[in-house]
């Protein structure tokens, strides 16, 4: 069975530049997430997804960050403009639905450099 | 709201002494509880959870961990470890009732020496 696919898996731009992150999830699972790792710190969820619907996305920085998942599968998450505290890694995950104590399967992630 | 602290942030051991990494959490509500292990250049893998029962769960690989309700505590423990566990681990929270995201802690990075 596929895992969760990202990329790109390393990306470096300057400052006030945009950047694109693609996850596709392994397939059938219903709940896909969006995490940040910045370095020395544990995975802090951005958005939630349900199907094609937006679950949580209280801790989304809304002005410069996006997200969609418009068929209900893969998912892209955007930031325009990226500033240096952005640097991190970019964490896809996925599960078989929202119920509370399933497992989730991550990618392996998208390290972004901002300079 | 939930928090999740691991009061470790690095763990030096030598090949075959026994290890803790230790959590606690803090919630409101009742929760399950994860530990999450991420492998060099690789994405983070359940390690085991805790969902209701026996305080007392454990890994296919010899970890095991204890939820103490009274201490809001879940640590992690091997009785002898081997340097394939060298690696990050990442305690975590869910809460019962908001869906299945998971609130996790800062990380320990757990480095086995021969």
């Known amino acids: 069975e596929a895992g969760v696919a990202q990329s790109p898996r390393y990306k470096i731009i300057e400052k006030r530049q945009s950047v694109a992150f693609w996850c596709n999830p392994i397939?059938?699972?219903?709940?896909l997430y969006w995490y940040q790792q910045i370095l020395g710190q544990g995975p802090k969820l951005l958005i939630q997804?349900?199907?094609?619907?937006?679950?949580?996305d209280s801790q989304l920085p809304k002005d410069r960050f996006s997200a969609e998942r418009l068929k209900g599968v893969d998912s892209t998450l955007k930031i325009q403009p990226a500033k240096l505290e952005d640097s991190a890694v970019y964490l896809c995950a996925s599960s078989l639905g929202p119920e509370p104590g399933g497992e989730l399967f991550f990618g392996e992630g998208s390290r972004l450099t901002v300079l | 709201a939930q928090s999740v602290t691991q009061l470790d942030s690095q763990v030096p051991v030598f090949e075959e002494a026994p290890v803790e990494l230790r959590c606690n959490y803090s919630?409101?509500?009742?929760?399950?509880l994860f530990w999450y292990v991420q492998y060099p250049n690789q994405g983070l893998q359940l390690l085991l959870k805790?969902?209701?029962?026996?305080?007392l769960v454990e890994s296919i690989n010899g970890f095991e961990a204890e939820f103490n309700k009274s201490q809001t505590s879940f640590h992690l423990r091997k009785p002898s470890v081997h340097i394939s566990d060298t690696a990050e681990y990442f305690c975590?929270?869910?809460?019962?009732?908001?869906?299945?995201?998971?609130?996790f802690g800062q990380g320990t990075e757990l480095s086995v020496k021969p």
């Open positions: 975590a929270v869910s809460d019962l009732g908001k869906g299945g995201k998971l609130i």
């Open positions: 997804f349900q199907n094609n619907g937006v679950v949580d």
């Open positions: 397939s059938g699972h219903a709940t």
């Open positions: 919630s409101s509500v009742s929760v399950y």
């Open positions: 805790y969902l209701s029962g026996s305080t």
